[in-house]
């Protein structure tokens, strides 16, 4: 026992730290995780996209809303777009699009060719309202429950089992609760 | 004297190296366009704030500084940061802004935490198993050093076998 122990300590010590190296390659440095989860959401007024009218998040209080980051400047937005214009088909839950820092003639521009999924884009022009959420790339995408607390932050496009597996089954779990 | 030479170079290198940043902060207007940093547009307003922002990283590119940036996310985290000095906040409340909406990783120098105390400790309990180590080592080693000399007889059949080996070749 004694004479097998100098040499197994160092192949032990390489194992333990190849098992950490090889997490690591499945781990994504970009995404960093949320404070904001379960927290209030930052409360916004913005310009509406349409119409320039003042929109207020509060007036969303009381029920699951999804709130996407986008811009018409922003590739991956594009790739995301098609599963929000399902879902607004679905007509399950309301998306508001938060405009992050585009040029609104860009924006709308971009909306009539690629479909308006969502029940009010707001102008987010110098990206304060960005800030707030801990936006640091667009697209993401947060799910907010009745009592305006942020229950799932999305960074990077949506994709479809995302879509399927995570944000879906939690706003409907959202929504069943009171 | 050559070496001499070599230092003095090398002591005015390392001066300039450390100072040059807070002045290429303020003199950076020629590269505007292309380097980040504070810029003319952009201008710096004390020495607090260059400090604070050199402590935030941008989560756009992760490592660099909010300082350093040029991504528009640390364009607009500098911005904030501006009116937040300018406001009369102190550190303490403009760095709980930054980790409230991006966490404790915007910071650079990771706070003390449970989660973060293996980072903390991590090398220097390493340390002192390698100070451990070495002290057992050593330790046999020295033991063996003290053990008794070779006799003369000892001597003799070692000088023996070591010329047979020779003769052996």
Known sequence: ?178 | MRALYFLAALLLAATLATTSEPIGAQQSATEAGSTARFTLDDPIVSRREYELAQNLRCLVCQNESIAKSNAPLAVELREVLREQVAAGRSNEEIIAFMTARYGDFVLFRPPLRASTAVLWFGPFALLAVGAFIAFRVLRTRRALAAQEPLTEAERARAAELLRSGESAK
């Open chain 1, 1 to 178: 026992m004694k004479r097998v122990a100098p040499f197994l300590i160092p192949l032990a010590l390489f194992f333990v730290l190849a098992a950490f190296l090889l997490r690591g390659l499945w781990l994504n440095p970009r995404e960093v995780p949320s404070p904001l989860i379960g927290k209030p959401a930052p409360l916004f007024t913005l310009p509406a996209l349409h119409d320039k009218k003042p929109f207020s998040s509060k007036d969303l209080l009381g029920q699951v809303w999804i709130m996407n980051v986008w811009a018409s400047w922003c590739a991956p937005c594009r790739l995301e777009h098609p599963l929000f214009n399902d879902l607004a088909a679905q007509k399950l839950v309301p998306i508001v699009g938060l405009n992050y820092k585009d040029a609104p003639e860009a924006a709308r521009r971009w909306l009539a060719e690629l479909g308006d999924p969502y029940l009010v884009s707001v102008i987010d022009n110098d990206g304060r309202a960005g800030i707030d959420f801990g936006v640091y790339g667009v697209p993401e995408t947060f799910v907010i429950d009745r009592h305006g607390v942020i229950r799932h932050k999305h960074i990077g496009p949506v994709t479809p089992e995302a879509m399927r597996e995570r944000i879906i089954p939690l706003v409907r779990e959202l929504q069943a609760k009171p």
